[in-house]
T-cell receptor, first 119, second 117 residues
Framework: DSGVTQTPKHLITATGQRVTLRCSPR?????VYWYQQSLDQGLQFLIQ???????AKGNILERFSAQQFPDLHSELNLSSLELGDSALYFC??????????????????FGPGTRLTVL | AQKITQTQPGMFVQEKEAVTLDCTYD???????LFWYKQPSSGEMIFLIY??????QNATEGRYSLNFQKARKSANLVISASQLGDSAMYFC??????????????FGPGTRLSVLP
């Protein structure tokens, strides 16, 4: 158990709909990262938040957005869903620059993922 | 251009033998980090090992070691004494950027390792 929780575990929805994925980082970790893993694109970095602020953007579509709340949990919002959005969405949190101190290795602890199926 | 290249889509190794999974990377940053993750069939991502670009010694974690050759931009994972439980997908990844501003994370396509009894 990495200490990162993600809900829901599975999500099935229809094209055109909007969903929200939730992530709670490890206690004390300030950074949250979102990734999408699909068969054709592999693992893609979407976005990073640090202590409530967006810090880095990867291959995130405009239909997708995220935020990190004061309690450090994060939500990834996916709208106008398309069949191609079906994927495993991972959240990770980083031990680097956590509230308890700093670490050099910047290891990311991954949650179990949310499997999104768009029908 | 691919930032992380893993040239072996699939590998087989006999139980108890050592295996090397290849990874080459491309970055213009002076400060970066290299990671290996394992993804079993259950789907979770498990951190294995980390190498910082300024680390002079190769990283080791138990049966895992990272063969870091900076000039060649390679970061191969060596698993010693393979076990059946090592059968999984292995991803090489790179973090560019040192601090919490504008980091970029890139994963390779992965290598599927199968350990044979």
């Amino acid at each position: 158990d990495s200490g990162v929780t993600q809900t829901p575990k599975h999500l099935i929805t229809a094209t055109g709909q909007r969903v929200t994925l939730r992530c709670s980082p490890r206690s004390g970790d300030l950074s949250v990262y979102w990734y999408q893993q699909s068969l054709d694109q592999g693992l893609q970095f979407l976005i990073q938040y640090y202590n409530g602020e967006e810090r880095a953007k990867g291959n995130i579509l405009e239909r997708f957005s995220a935020q990190q709340f004061p309690d450090l949990h994060s939500e990834l919002n996916l709208s106008s869903l398309e069949l191609g959005d079906s994927a495993l969405y991972f959240c990770a949190s980083s031990v680097w620059a956590s509230l308890t101190g700093t670490s050099d290795n910047n290891e990311q602890f991954f949650g179990p993922g949310t499997r999104l199926t768009v029908l | 251009a691919q930032k992380i290249t893993q040239t072996q889509p699939g590998m087989f190794v006999q139980e108890k033998e050592a295996v090397t999974l290849d990874c080459t990377y491309d970055t213009s940053d002076q400060s970066y980090g290299l990671f290996w993750y394992k993804q079993p069939s259950s789907g979770e991502m498990i951190f294995l090992i980390y190498q910082g670009s300024y680390d002079e010694q190769n990283a080791t974690e138990g049966r895992y070691s990272l063969n870091f050759q900076k000039a060649r931009k390679s970061a191969n994972l060596v698993i010693s004494a393979s076990q059946l439980g090592d059968s999984a997908m292995y991803f090489c990844a790179m973090r560019e950027g040192r601090d919490n501003y504008g980091q970029n994370f890139v994963f390779g396509p992965g290598t599927r390792l199968s350990v044979l009894p």
